[in-house]
C-alpha cells in the first residue's frame, strides 16, 4: 500500500511540476492531500480484498461509499492541481494499469 501511496504521489509530482514549471507550498500541500484521500482508496481496496468474508454487507457498503467519497476528492484536487478533468482522470487511468500490472508484487 506504501509502494501504492509513494508512486501516486510521484507521478502527481511530476505532472504538477510539467503543467506550472514547479511546485508552491499551496501545490505541495494539495499533492499531500490528494495522496491521503488516495491512501484511503488503497487502504479500502485492501481490507475489502482481504478481509471480505469477515465483513458484514453494512460494513461493506459504508467501506464502499467511503471509498468512492475519497476518490472524488482525490480526483478533483488532482483536476485542480493539473488545470484539467481530462488530464487527472488520464493521470488516474495511467496509475491503475500501472497499478494492475504490478497486482503480483508488493502494494
Known amino acids: 500500500m506504501q509502494n501504492r501511496r509513494g ?12 503543467q506550472h514549471g514547479g511546485i508552491s507550498l499551496v501545490r505541495a500541500a494539495m499533492v499531500a492531500e490528494a495522496t491521503l484521500h488516495f491512501s484511503q482508496v488503497a487502504l479500502i481496496d485492501w481490507l475489502l ?3 471480505l468474508k469477515s465483513l458484514t454487507a453494512t460494513e461493506i457498503a459504508q467501506m ?5 467519497f475519497a476518490m472524488g476528492k482525490a480526483r478533483t484536487i488532482m483536476a ?24 503480483g508484487g508488493s502494494q
Not at 464502499?64 to 468512492?68: E, N, V
Open 80 to 103: 485542480e492541481l493539473l488545470d484539467s478533468e481530462t488530464k487527472a482522470s488520464g493521470l488516474l487511468q495511467q496509475l491503475q494499469e500501472q497499478f494492475e500490472a504490478n497486482q
Open 49 to 51: 480484498r482481504e478481509r
Open 64 to 68: 464502499g461509499s467511503r471509498q468512492a
Open 7 to 18: 508512486r501516486f504521489r510521484k507521478t502527481l509530482e511530476a505532472a504538477v511540476t510539467q
